[in-house]
Each structure stands twice: as C-alpha cells, then as structure tokens.
C-alpha cells in the first residue's frame, strides 16, 4: 500500500448490510468492529436528534421507524427527499452516514486517517445511480478510485491464484438488487463476457412477499391490517426476516408476535406457522426471474451451460434453498459457496484496490458496460412530423475501455447547430431510456461533406463517458464529460450538504452508537468466514418494545401520578433501547410491566 496516500480499501455498499476490506500482506481482510464483520445499512436518530448507524440504528427501528431509514440503496439514482427525524435527506447523503461510519471503522483498525476507496455497485445499475454513489463517496470524505460491479469483485477472490482457462458464471442476490455475470478467467485475467440484473429485485421482496401472507393472514382473523400501522409493520417485517432466515435450516417455523394491535381495547397477538412449502410457492416467481437473468446473460455472452466450469454464489439471499435446488437443477453441477457470500463482494473490491495501488495480487481485471449508450437521433419524416428514435454507440457488455464513433448528418444545409442528447437503455423508443446529458454543438451552414458529424464515446474504466461532437470539415467541436454532467446536486447544494453531513458527523462522535465504544484490540481483522449478520433484537430488547406498545395505549387513559410514573419509565426504557443497554432495559422492562399490572 501507498506510504504517502494511505491505503485504499475496498466497500461493498450493500441494501441490507455493508463490508469493508482491504489487502494486508497480500490477503483481503475484512475490518471487523467488536467482532461484527458486518455493519447493517440502516441509519437513523436518536432522541436528542444525533446521528447512529448500523446495529443501533436498526435496533431502534420498530419503536421509532420515523427516525429510522432502511435500504436506501433502492433510492439511489434519484433525489426523492428521505425524511429522517425532523430534516430531510437525500439517497446519496443518507448513503454517506453509512460509508462514513465505515470510514470511520477503518481509520481505527489500520491506525491511518482512510479517504481513498473502491465502491462496489450492482452491475446493472445506470449511470445515474453510479453517479449517486460516487457522489455519497466523496461526501463520506472519501476519494472514490473507482466503481466496479459487484459480481464482477466477487470473481476476484474465487481462482485467484489459476491460470487455466474457467467459465464462470457468477449469481448474487443480495438484498435489494439482483445481478449475475458471465466471466471468462485465463492467464491472471478476468474477463467479464456479460452481464444482467434486476435492481428491483432482492431478499428486501422476498421479506415482503412473506410479509403480506402473513398480514392477509391475520386480517382474515382479526380484520386488523398490521401494514397500516408504522410499529406493527415493522414488528411484521423483522418477524418475516427471521422467519424467512430459519427456513433456509427448518422445514416450519412458527411466527409468534405479543400485543402486535389492539381491537376495541383488547390486545392482539400474532402466532402463524409457515412451512417451507408454502414458503417456497412465494418467492417462486422471485426465483424464476432470477433464472430468467440467467439465460439472457448467458445468451449475452453466446454461452451454453454445458459450457460453465463454475457457479458462484454471492449475496444473502442464495441461502435460499429454493435457490439452490433451482440453480443446481438448471446447471447440474454444485454452486460454489468456497467464500462468504456475505463478504465476498468487499474482500474482491479490497483486491482491485490493491492493485489500483500498484500491488500485485490477483488477476488483471477486464470488465463491461452493463447498459448501451448512444443518442436521439433522427430516422425519418413521418405523417406527424419528425421521427426520433435511440441510435446505440456503445454497445451493453462492451469490455471497458470502450471507445466508438458514430457519423450522422444535419437534417439540412442550412443548419448552424446540433443538439446531442445522451441516453442510456435498451430500447429504440426514446421514453423507454435514461437521459444521462446533453450538450449542443456549433455547426458551420454548407452541404457536402460540412453536413457531417461524428459523434465519440469513451468510457473509461473508472465509468467516466466523453461525449465529443465534431464536425471534420471545419474542426468545430464540443465536448461533455458525463460523469460531471450526471452530479445530482448543484455546487451550492453539495456545499450545503457536505456542511449539514459534517455537522452531524462531529455532534455524533464519528457515528459509534452509544453502544459502541471499541478499544484497538476489537478491532479485529479477518473474521471467521460463517460469521453472518445479527437478523434479530434479542429477547429482552423484543419484550420492552412489546411492553412500550401496550404503554404508550394506556398512558393517556390514567391520571395522576400513575401517568407520571409511567411516562417517566416510557421515556428511560425507551432511551436505554436506543444505547442497547441490556442491564438496564431488564430492569426497566420489569418496572413497567409492574405499573401496567396494577393499572390495567
């Protein structure tokens, strides 16, 4: 690693969970915080407004869902406000808690400030959402190296020391995105052949899936909708969550949540078994579209399966055993699990950061361009005037760099200008695709050979696209750098956002949650690889948000100093759920179960 830069890490920004690695002697490592290789992405308040992330924010999230947002991911590549507490936010600044608090995690455990890093996207995500997390990047405070798909990292640690020819084909399904590509590994090289994905697509559907089952469920029985209440939903959701994650080991679990709504004064309790069965015949349709991906990849990259050596499995939600019947019945061979699926995106970025650094450490990597681009273009004159129709110059799955050019003409002689409208997509039908950028460019009048224009794409490696417009018999030309062009904030707001973020960082003592107060030795390195993501509160911090739900219902029905005593409990149970203060959430959780006892 650079002496004089720092080290340059690797991040797998995740829906549900995120990673950060980088390359130690040689091996990816993952930089564990208390042991926990895995920091959920959830980022929320707490009571005086402060900033906490990860575990404690997401702990905090059933009582407090207003305070709390979730798999932001999803939002990325627009700037729909996130209300967060009292302020609003957008995807990529809310993205920016996150990969701070990562940030922060590795400055302590390498012992050196790190502002340099590689950040993984789904490889199907536009360039509008590589932007937004590029964007999040560098207000977080890093220097982002570069965007690379998250398949196609993950590839990097699987046969890194071969040099024989493989056909791999890699399947993530994470939490919130879908993606799979089709590698070819020969001589030290990786060469992704093609790519597909889903962006809507991930284990975040197959939570809600279960979720609306069970809720159609207990209406049938209660005529009580528990989507319509913020806690009750939540409640529902983690249970699902969990539910959903014993099903991958058990063949029926049973759902059981206490005083999960009330009905004329009376409080209702959730009890549900779900067999794997039935949950299967849920997702199945989730799972056929992942398997849809699949052949078009394939086809993608003229690839028979006969012809794949290996089956990669990346992403939570393979776990799945539906998945991997369906895999294994579609490819006859055993998927490979050789790498946490968990971890095996951050530890291959952590690799491609090692070697942007200049180390040698695995194979040179050779990716594509998961969408084509190209421009509006005139095709003809039809009965309502004008016909424009998407004209591709770069191609989906072009290896990068890629650098192509396309020649058009002026529509007449007499034209003194061009506009050139990039777009992004698969469709000749214009509404269908991205619009990434536009541009106009100043023409000389005349016909013959001033009536041509060529248009160029370069796409580097870092997902930067120029667009230039020239017209050869004059030299007049035009340049875009998309990448600039793409920047969903303007200057002042970017100011105004990296200000409020950077406010919000130093009031929150660099994002560690009141109950997270690590000493160097737990900042451990390299966890075992079955280590997995907490899915679940415990049962103590579950029965006094139980028990916070049936007070907050009874508070305002009692008088006197009965009131002010339990609102004053509410109030310290609810603090010590946001610090995870075990000891103290026992005690208080018995306190008020007392005063509800005599009061009710």
């Not at 407090?64 to 967060?84: A, C, D, N, Q």
């Not at 099903?247 to 059981?256: A, K, N, P, T, Y």
């Not at 005083?259 to 299967?280: C, H, M, Q, T, W």
Request: negative net charge.
């Amino acid at each position: 690693m650079s002496e004089t830069t720092g080290p340059i890490v690797g991040i797998d920004l995740g829906t549900t969970n995120s990673v950060i690695a980088v390359v130690i002697n040689g091996k990816p490592e993952v930089l564990c915080e208390n042991g926990d290789a895995i920091l959920p992405s959830v980022v929320g308040v707490d009571s005086q407004g402060k900033l906490i992330t990860g575990t404690t924010a997401r702990n905090q999230q059933i009582a407090f869902p207003e305070r709390t947002i979730v798999s932001v991911k999803r939002y990325m590549g627009t700037m729909e406000k996130l209300p967060l507490g009292e302020q609003n936010y957008t995807p990529p600044e809310i993205s920016a808690m996150i990969l701070r608090r990562l940030r922060d995690r590795a400055s302590r455990a390498l012992g050196t400030d790190v502002t340099r890093a590689v950040i993984t996207v789904p490889a199907f995500f536009d360039e509008n959402q590589r932007q937004a997390t590029r964007e999040a990047g560098e207000l977080a405070g890093f220097s982002v190296e570069r965007i690379i798909n998250e398949p196609t990292a993950a590839t990097l640690v699987y046969h890194a020391g071969t040099h024989e020819r493989r056909h791999i084909v890699v399947y993530d399904f994470g939490g919130g995105t879908f993606d799979v590509s089709v590698v070819r590994m020969e001589a030290g090289v990786v060469e992704v052949l093609s790519s597909k994905g889903d962006t809507r697509l991930g284990g975040d559907d197959l939570d809600m899936c279960l979720m609306k089952f069970v809720a159609d469920h207990f209406y049938d029985l209660h005529e009580v909708d528990l989507r319509t209440n913020a806690s009750s939903r939540w409640r529902l959701i983690q249970a699902c969550e969990r539910a959903k994650c014993r099903l991958s080991d058990d063949q029926e679990v049973r759902i059981v949540e206490e005083f999960i709504a009330e009905k004329d004064g009376k409080p209702l309790n959730l009890e549900l078994s779900v067999s794997r069965d039935d949950y299967e015949k849920l997702i199945e349709p989730f799972v056929i579209r992942t398997i849809s991906c699949v052949d078009d990849a394939l086809r993608d990259a003229r690839m028979k399966i006969d012809q794949i050596d290996d089956l990669v499995l990346v992403g939570g939600s393979t776990r799945t055993p539906l998945v991997q019947s369906r895999l294994r019945t579609e490819f006859a061979m055993e998927p490979s699990r050789a790498v946490d699926p968990d971890l095996a995106v951050a530890l291959g970025a952590a690799m491609q950061a090692a070697m942007l650094d200049g180390q040698t450490v695995g194979p040179i990597l050779v990716d594509v361009t998961g969408h084509t681009l190209g421009i509006e273009a005139l095709v003809g004159f039809g009965l309502n005037g004008p016909e424009l129709a998407f004209s591709p110059i770069i191609h989906r799955n072009s290896p990068l760099p890629a650098v192509h050019e396309q020649s058009y003409h002026k529509v007449s002689d007499q034209q003194d200008s061009a506009e050139i409208r990039v777009l992004q997509g698969e469709s000749s039908d214009l509404d269908r695709n991205t619009e990434i950028g536009e541009f106009k460019v100043k023409l000389d009048s005349g016909g013959g050979e001033r009536s041509r224009i060529v248009v160029r794409f370069d796409l580097t490696l870092d997902g930067i696209l120029k667009v230039t417009a020239t017209q050869p018999a004059t030299g007049k030309k035009e340049t875009l750098s998309i990448s600039n062009a793409l920047s969903q904030f303007r200057a002042e707001d970017r100011a105004d956002a990296k200000r409020r973020l950077q406010g919000m960082f130093d009031e929150s003592s660099e994002l560690l949650g009141e109950d997270e107060h690590p000493s160097p030795e737990h900042w451990v390195i390299d966890p075992p690889s079955s280590l997995q993501a907490p899915l679940a509160m415990n049962a103590a911090t579950q029965r006094a948000i139980d028990l916070l739900q049936r007070a907050k219902k009874t508070v305002d029905e009692i008088e006197g100093e009965d009131s002010n005593e339990m609102d004053a409990v509410i109030q310290r149970l609810a603090s010590a759920i946001e610090e995870n203060d075990e000891s103290s959430i026992q005690k208080l959780s018995d306190e008020l179960d007392d005063i509800l006892f005599y009061v009710q």
